[in-house]
T-cell receptor, first 115, second 115 residues
Framework: GDSVTQMEGPVTLSEEAFLTINCTYT??????LFWYVQYPGEGLQLLLK?????DKGSNKGFEATYRKETTSFHLEKGSVQVSDSAVYFC??????????????FGTGTRLLVSP | DTGVSQNPRHKITKRGQNVTFRCDPISEHNRLYWYRQTLGQGPEFLTYFQNEAQLEKSRLLSDRFSAERPKGSFSTLEIQRTEQGDSAMYLCASSESQGRGNTIYFGEGSWLTVV
């Protein structure tokens, strides 16, 4: 079945450092890919998404590019802030013609940013 | 624009008791989802509604679990005879079926602790 693999955390960085969180996937067809962020004690917020190969999703300085050839969707940010400390989840959903969008999540990567 | 609303946000119950969670989706969304998230893990799909019809159920949803969406608006998730293994965060989400169809918006979750 479909699956998502994320790098294990925690990822500990100093403020203004460069961030990469790796995500690879296994899926049939051409899924849509997502990054969600979860702050302590809260639900998930959509951070960015990409729906086809070579698409780049971006939001709040975060970027991720849908790489079909490497089945990857790595999350990057050029300069992290303390307020970016959270858990980041990579997820996929099947193509639109499967009827509904069931999200399959990775296990999450905790990011800790220190001043 | 209000987001997905869930209540109660926190529930502590004794083993063997029944609990019910409510979800109010974004008003124009006709798709509604329930997910479960345990500590240190990504959310796992439980069930999906298109309007009032429950179209998909995960094997995780044992016969002690029942979900309803009687008028195609709000939804309830009931857990009967709770067990300690039911302790988790229960997340509700909603989406449109067309347009930006495969963006799923999550609520803040309902934490369940079974003691």
């Amino acid at each position: 079945g479909d699956s998502v693999t994320q790098m294990e955390g925690p990822v500990t960085l100093s403020e203004e450092a460069f961030l990469t969180i790796n995500c690879t996937y296994t899926a049939t067809g051409y899924p849509s890919l997502f990054w969600y962020v979860q702050y302590p004690g809260e639900g998930l917020q959509l951070l960015l998404k990409a729906t086809k190969a070579d698409d780049k999703g971006s939001n709040k300085g975060f970027e991720a590019t849908y790489r079909k050839e490497t089945t990857s969707f790595h999350l990057e940010k050029g300069s992290v802030q303390v307020s970016d400390s959270a858990v980041y989840f990579c997820a996929l959903s099947g193509p639109k013609n499967t009827g509904f969008q069931k999200l399959v999540f990775g296990t999450g990567t905790r990011l800790l940013v220190s001043p | 624009d209000t987001g997905v609303s869930q209540n109660p946000r926190h529930k502590i119950t004794k083993r063997g008791q029944n609990v019910t969670f409510r979800c109010d989706p974004i008003s124009e969304h006709n798709r509604l989802y329930w997910y479960r998230q345990t500590l240190g893990q990504g959310p796992e799909f439980l069930t999906y509604f298109q309007n009032e019809a429950q179209l998909e159920k995960s094997r995780l949803l044992s016969d002690r679990f029942s979900a309803e969406r009687p008028k195609g608006s709000f939804s309830t998730l009931e857990i009967q005879r709770t067990e300690q293994g039911d302790s988790a965060m229960y997340l509700c989400a909603s989406s449109e079926s067309q347009g930006r169809g495969n963006t799923i918006y999550f609520g803040e979750g309902s934490w369940l602790t079974v003691v």
